[in-house]
């Protein structure tokens, strides 16, 4: 449901709340956030239409603005999705908020059981506010509230949507954006400014946090449900990674370079090129690895991988399996190897995605675009679980490590 912003805007006028500020809790250790893992699959293809419908809306926000693009299948925003709990008010509701690192605004109110709730530290700004998400989109009014983090750290004054009305999002509250602020340009009517402050910037901005930087770290796991993951605000959690962590400079090709994005290439094996070095992104909220359509087609033909039609990913037989080689990303000069088992989509969630509980399903898929495009891949929350990354704002970098799971064989 899409609400006319006239409207929304009208009822804004009736919101006069004002209330003093509690004193800030100054920190300087970074905070760190417990994640939960929930597969959401509601459909067979709700992979792949998940990914690429999302892969579209990140290109055209780029281009054109916060604008949606249709989506002629019911999706759900996620399929897979990383949670963390966080406190909105004084005191404080509890929310379950999707981590996205594709988009910067956060709000809650998904639900209609848990809707944004005023409380003594709410400031409405008089915004409407609306954020599309390719599969999904909320709209609703834009407050400055207390936004507690963890127990003993609150930001005191965080721009947050309050949905009046939301689609796509099931089994979470609303999204905690930690993309680059430039994302937030465009979201708020009529704002007075280009954009707001993220949750990130807040932290570090009011001395909550020693650094302008989010770490986080994914493991791979076969369960449908489960604790798995933790993010880690102004700073990085050495127990979590092996190695160093090397970072590469956010990229300047545009529509990448509005993200989280990098410059790499892929290569199948010793020698196989799959895609030459060039710009895409590392966003939480995609799923999959996806990759341009050229290079979709020689990683087909590397592996002898078909299109399974019910679950819209390529599928393996155990023979081409025993020998599937590694996938190798270089970013900036360094090499990061992604085994053959971090290859395959957890077989005993097959049936979750309409799959045979047999098969072997590959997580790369088809970007839906040539390269040469500015966004050419997206190594999504499968890449991911594989690497501990670093998202710096203040250098403007990302940054990756190995993990005790790089190599881990689980699926």
Same mark, same amino acid.
């Given at each position: 449901m899409t609400i006319p912003r006239r409207s929304l805007l009208s009822t804004l006028l009736?919101?006069?709340?004002?209330?003093?500020? @509690?004193?800030?809790?100054?920190n300087h250790s970074p905070i760190k956030l417990t994640l939960f893992k929930q597969h959401n699959f509601t459909s067979a293809h709700n992979?792949?239409?998940?990914?690429? &419908?999302?892969?579209?809306?990140?290109?055209?926000? &780029?281009?054109?603005?916060?604008?949606?693009?249709?989506?002629?299948?019911?999706?759900?925003?996620?399929?897979?999705?990383?949670?963390?709990?966080?406190?909105?008010?004084?005191?404080?509701?509890?929310?379950?908020?999707?981590?996205?690192?594709? $988009?910067? @605004?956060?709000?809650?109110?998904?639900?209609?059981g848990k809707p944004y709730r005023f409380s003594t530290s709410t400031r409405p700004t008089?915004?409407?506010?609306?954020?599309?998400?390719?599969?999904? /989109?909320?709209?609703?009014?834009?407050?400055?509230?207390?936004?507690?983090? /963890? %127990?003993?750290?609150?930001?005191?004054?965080?721009?947050i949507g309050a949905a009046i009305a939301s689609q796509g999002f099931n089994g979470v509250d609303g999204i905690l954006?930690?993309? %680059?602020?430039g994302l937030t340009a465009g979201t708020l009517f009529p704002a007075t400014t280009s954009t707001v402050p993220t949750v990130t910037d807040n932290l570090f901005n009011q001395g909550l946090i020693p650094a @302008?930087?989010?770490?986080?770290?994914?493991? %791979?796991?076969?369960?449908?449900?489960?604790?798995?993951?933790?993010?880690?605000?102004g700073g990085t959690d050495s127990s979590k990674y092996t190695g160093t962590i090397s970072y590469t400079p956010v990229t300047t090709t545009s529509p990448a370079s509005r993200y989280w994005g990098i410059n790499q290439s892929i290569r199948y094996g010793p020698s196989t090129a799959i895609l030459s070095t060039t710009a895409g992104i590392v966003d939480t909220g995609t799923t999959l690895i996806l990759? &341009?359509?050229?290079?979709?087609?020689?990683?087909?033909?590397?592996?002898?991988?078909?299109?399974?039609?019910?679950?819209?990913?390529?599928?393996?037989? %155990?023979?081409?399996?025993?020998?599937?080689? /590694?996938?190798?990303?270089?970013?900036?000069?360094?090499?990061?190897?992604f085994t053959a088992n971090a290859q395959l989509f957890p077989r005993s969630l097959n049936t979750l995605i309409g799959?045979?509980? /047999?098969?072997?399903?590959?997580?790369?898929? @088809?970007?839906?675009?040539? $390269?040469?495009?500015?966004?050419?891949?997206?190594?999504g929350y499968a890449f991911l679980e594989r690497f501990y990354s670093v998202f710096d704002t203040a250098n403007k970098r990302v940054g990756f490590a190995t993990t005790a799971f790089t190599t881990a064989t689980t699926n």
């Open positions: 009736f919101f006069a709340l004002g209330v003093a500020a @509690n004193p800030v809790v100054v992979l792949v239409t998940h990914d690429q &419908a999302r892969a579209e809306q990140l290109k055209n926000r &780029a281009y054109k603005g916060n604008v949606a693009v249709p989506v002629n299948t019911q999706i759900t925003n996620q399929a897979v999705t990383y949670t963390a709990s966080v406190g909105v008010g004084n005191p404080p509701t509890t929310y379950s908020l999707l981590i996205d690192t594709g $988009s910067s @605004n956060t709000w809650v109110g998904a639900t209609q008089t915004n409407f506010v609306e954020v599309s998400y390719g599969s999904g /989109s909320f709209q609703g009014f834009e407050v400055d509230d207390k936004l507690k983090i /963890s %127990p003993n750290v609150a930001i005191q004054s965080q721009s954006g930690i993309g %680059p602020v @302008n930087q989010v770490g986080i770290y994914f493991a %791979p796991t076969t369960q449908q449900s489960v604790q798995n993951g933790e993010l880690t605000y990759i &341009a359509s050229d290079a979709f087609s020689r990683y087909t033909s590397a592996t002898g991988a078909v299109l399974d039609n019910t679950t819209g990913l390529l599928s393996i037989t %155990p023979a081409q399996y025993a020998k599937l080689q /590694s996938l190798y990303f270089t970013t900036n000069g360094v090499t990061y190897t799959g045979t509980a /047999s098969n072997i399903y590959l997580i790369v898929a @088809n970007l839906g675009s040539p $390269s040469g495009r500015g966004l050419d891949f997206i190594n």
